[in-house]
């Protein structure tokens, strides 16, 4: 437990890991004795990436986080029309990004939330949070999983 708390706080900030593991979340673990994902209730908080030891979030731990973290921090807000798409798991693309966390760069877990700061989606950001406004074309947070495709 000490050891995913750590790794939540060097990814998203001091107080992460206890605001993301309660004591009651349980591990899975690799072949190779590494824990791999992270569980509570049977639905899955994150999966230890193998390449590099990061989280990628599930929307359980997405939403523990948006909760945890103050806005804009990982935040990707994006226009109204395109929250449906989104929420059902597709990609946000950077046209419809309004703004976005200046300090997010590319491959950072992202929160996609709508004008409300309402979690839709969460996911990997292919561009860094500048780079989202600045851009007309082009992805911007490649969704992991949405609200609606838990």
């Given amino acids: 437990m000490q050891r995913v708390r750590r790794i939540a706080d060097f990814q998203f900030g001091r107080g992460a890991g206890d605001a993301l593991f309660p004591d009651s979340a349980t591990f899975s673990y690799s072949n190779t004795k590494r824990v791999r994902y992270v569980n509570l209730a049977n639905e899955r908080l994150v999966t230890v990436r193998a390449s590099d030891g ?5 929307f359980l731990g997405a939403q523990a986080l948006h909760a945890f973290l103050p806005a804009p921090r990982n935040r990707v807000m994006v226009i ?25 760069l590319a491959e950072d877990e992202v929160f996609v939330v709508d004008e409300s700061d309402n979690l839709i989606a969460t996911g990997m950001a292919v561009l860094s949070g500048s780079e989202m406004i600045g851009f007309n074309y082009g992805t911007a947070v490649k969704v992991r999983q949405g609200r609606n495709k838990k």
């Fill in 80 to 104: 109204e029309d395109a929250v449906p798409f989104v929420a059902d798991g597709k990609n946000a693309m950077a046209k419809h990004v309004i703004s976005s966390d200046p300090n997010i």
């Fill in 54 to 58: 990061r989280f990628t979030l599930g």
